[in-house]
T-cell receptor
């Protein structure tokens, strides 16, 4: 069964303190690896899709990378507004659905 | 102008009742989904429709019945509600079912069964 595991569960950072979130997956025939941001009381907001090992994508202070077994979301010099839960999800080639991890809740203190 | 809108946002109801959640997308996407987010924050797919045709039907009690009157709408009807149905239900859409460009989610419906 497809499985996505995220670590750590929670991350508390000081403003400006860079860090990385991990997403490891066992999705047979991965078509794409997705990163989402979810704020309390809201739906997940799309950040990135990565399709092949070695691929990198950036958006403001966020950079996502992909290897054959895991993906990382790097947060560089975070600000309080980066506080959210970050969700990772895998989509297999043979199916049109996402398998989500449980998320990493990031809290950035000023 | 909300891309994927769900109503209601909150739903509190008694066990045994029947309720519906409505979803509409104005993105012109072909595929729509229902996901359930439990108390541990896991999002799990329930159903998917592509152009009004059911293409994914996960192991969900048959008390849950989706209906897609057209490709812009996907509603979820739940019969004989149980305490364990309490969760946040998200509607989502994608361009062609493959997720290129991302899946767009609604803001969720928090269902509480008492």
């Amino acid at each position: 069964e497809d499985q996505v595991t995220q670590s750590p569960e929670a991350l508390r950072l000081q403003e400006g303190e860079s860090s990385s979130l991990n997403c490891s997956y066992t999705v047979s025939g991965l078509r794409g690896l997705f990163w989402y941001r979810q704020d309390p009381g809201k739906g997940p907001e799309f950040l990135f899709t990565l399709y092949s090992a070695g691929e990198e994508k950036e958006k403001e202070r966020l950079k996502a990378t992909l290897t054959k077994k895991e993906s990382f979301l790097h947060i560089t010099a975070p600000k309080p507004e980066d506080s959210a839960t970050y969700l990772c999800a895998g989509e297999p080639f043979n199916d049109y659905k996402l398998s989500f991890g449980a998320g990493t809740t990031v809290t950035v203190r000023a | 102008d909300t891309a994927v809108s769900q109503t209601p946002k909150y739903l509190v109801t008694q066990m045994g009742n029947d309720k519906s959640i409505k979803c509409e997308q104005n993105l012109g996407h072909d595929t729509m989904y229902w996901y359930k987010q439990d108390s541990k924050k896991f999002l799990k797919i329930m159903f998917s429709y592509n152009n009004k045709e059911l293409i994914i039907n996960e192991t969900v009690p048959n008390r849950f019945s989706p209906k897609s009157p057209d490709k812009a709408h996907l509603n979820l009807h739940i019969n004989s509600l149980e305490l364990g149905d309490s969760a946040v239900y998200f509607c989502a859409s994608s361009q062609d079912g493959t997720g290129r460009g991302g899946y767009t989610f609604g803001s969720g419906t928090r269902l509480t069964v008492v």
